[in-house]
């Protein structure tokens, strides 16, 4: 469009939206590169430690209480321990949380219990509801609804919960999304 002089509004403004879609097409292509190889490298790594879930939680909520200042976060995270890698732990709440922070109105709540044989995180936002014919297939790899909002992300985060015999789930709230992760302690 540049070459031919077509413009949106301006050379500047069209450089703008190509930088803005180079960087979303790097982000897909880099979660599509992860998604293949998270098998391999979830079954080849041995770095399995015990990870203080609520030092991880606090360290990731204080880093995305930035990006959006608007936000009011509530959190509620108690002791609770692990094993894993913590790279890919962090990496499935991290995915919950920004998508999270995507559609929340005003409010993220976090939370970490113990529940039995299980440590139970809580990721709550008081955006719009999901539709309920999309709440069965958000995990699914590439699944998108008709709006594209959704992606490789939650697939992934599904991918990690599962190996280490957790467990995800997402429900629609009187107000709000609720995501529940599990994970074994």
């Known amino acids: 469009a540049i070459i031919d002089g077509v413009y949106v509004e301006s050379v500047e403004k069209n450089a703008e939206i190509i930088r803005d879609e180079s960087l979303s ?23 399995n430690i015990e990870i203080n879930l609520h030092r991880l939680l606090l360290h990731i909520t204080n880093r995305f209480k930035v990006i959006n200042n608007n936000i009011e976060w509530d959190l509620d995270i108690k002791d609770a321990t692990i094993n894993g890698n913590v790279d890919k732990v962090q990496v499935s709440i991290e995915n919950i949380l920004d998508n999270g922070l ?26 719009p509801h999901i539709p309920e014919e999309h709440l069965s297939h ?9 709006t594209g909002k959704f992606g490789l992300g939650l697939a ?30």
């Open 156 to 185: 992934i985060c599904m991918k990690i919960i599962n190996y280490y015999n957790g467990e995800i789930e997402v429900t629609n709230k009187d107000v709000g999304v609720n995501f529940s992760i599990r994970y074994p302690l």
């Open 25 to 47: 097409l790097e982000k897909k292509v880099k979660q599509m590169l992860y998604l293949n190889t998270l098998d391999y490298v979830l079954e080849n790594n041995f770095e």
């Open 138 to 146: 958000i995990f699914d790899n590439f699944y998108k609804d008709k």
């Open 102 to 127: 995507r559609y929340a109105k005003s409010k993220i709540c976090v939370s970490l219990k113990k529940e039995g044989a299980f440590a139970v995180i809580g990721i709550y936002n008081d955006g």
